[in-house]
């Protein structure tokens, strides 16, 4: 069974910066399409950015994030990245790992049924 199992969330202050990470045992970031999305408490899951398979890989951003957030993966050792610059309090949400399934659009990537998700990890930040 593929386990997402994300990492690096944490608080920080408007401004700042994080690392998150997603691992996973298998080679499953080698095979599907992957990415990040956030849920705010009261708002509905929304897109950060997802990354094809590639080797050069067709990268996509929410319009929210572009410029301040890079998504990268390392296929030797099955890490999906995403560093977040220039955090602003919007940014406070819990974020998932999401491999496979779904569809993309070249815009947007909609999770489908069979969409594998990690468990979360939760940024904070403060004005």
């Known amino acids: 069974q593929v386990q997402l199992v994300e990492s690096g969330g944490g608080s920080v202050q408007a401004g700042g910066s994080l690392k998150l990470s997603c691992t996973t045992s298998g080679n499953i970031f080698r095979s599907c399409r992957a990415g990040w999305f956030r849920q705010a408490p009261g708002k509905e899951r929304e897109m950060v950015s997802t990354i094809s398979v590639s080797r050069l890989p067709d990268i996509n951003y929410a319009d929210s994030v572009k410029g301040r957030f890079t998504i990268s993966r390392d296929y030797a050792k099955n890490i999906l990245t995403l560093q977040m610059n220039s955090l602003k309090v919007e940014d406070k949400a819990k974020y998932y790992c999401?491999?496979?399934?779904?569809?993309?659009?070249?815009?947007?990537?909609?999770?489908?049924?069979?969409?594998?998700w990690g468990q979360g990890t939760q940024v904070s930040v403060s004005s």
């Open positions: 999401a491999a496979c399934d779904g569809r993309y659009d070249g815009s947007f990537f909609y999770p489908g049924d069979s969409t594998y």
